[in-house]
């Protein structure tokens, strides 16, 4: 079983910078892979980034490319969301997850979530 626990949200103005953080424990998700999605209220739960295990192979959608930054740390059971230029478009809570499988993860079917943390863009 993986718990993961997620920190780091908060109020920022547009333009800004936030770093969310996402702590596995539980058991070492160090070959998994771990991502990134947000949720407004009444929609859906979508993808927003993805790093394999190796910490070399990563993935973001077209929202996030170029503004926002996913990283891991192994030795730490961490994985980061370092988030640059933000928009009050990216109001939402977001939510850490992790999976064996990267498929299933990138389909929004991960094995484990983490319990999300709110991220507040004023403009």
């Known amino acids: 079983q993986v718990q993961l626990v997620e920190s780091g949200g908060g109020l920022v103005q547009a333009g800004g910078s936030l770093r969310l953080s996402c702590a596995a424990s539980g058991r070492t998700v160090s070959t998994y892979t771990m991502g990134w999605f947000r949720q407004s209220p009444g929609k859906q739960r979508e993808f927003v980034a993805s790093i394999r295990w190796t910490g070399i192979s990563t993935n973001y959608a077209d929202s996030a490319k170029g503004r926002f930054t996913i990283s891991r740390d192994n030795f730490k059971n961490t994985v980061y969301l370092q988030m640059n230029r933000l928009k009050p478009e990216d109001t939402d809570v977001y939510y850490c997850?992790?999976?064996?499988?990267?498929?299933?993860?990138?389909?929004?079917?991960?094995?484990?979530w983490g319990q999300g943390t709110q991220v507040t863009v004023s403009s």
């Open positions: 997850a992790a999976d064996p499988n990267t498929a299933e993860l990138r389909n929004g079917a991960p094995d484990y």
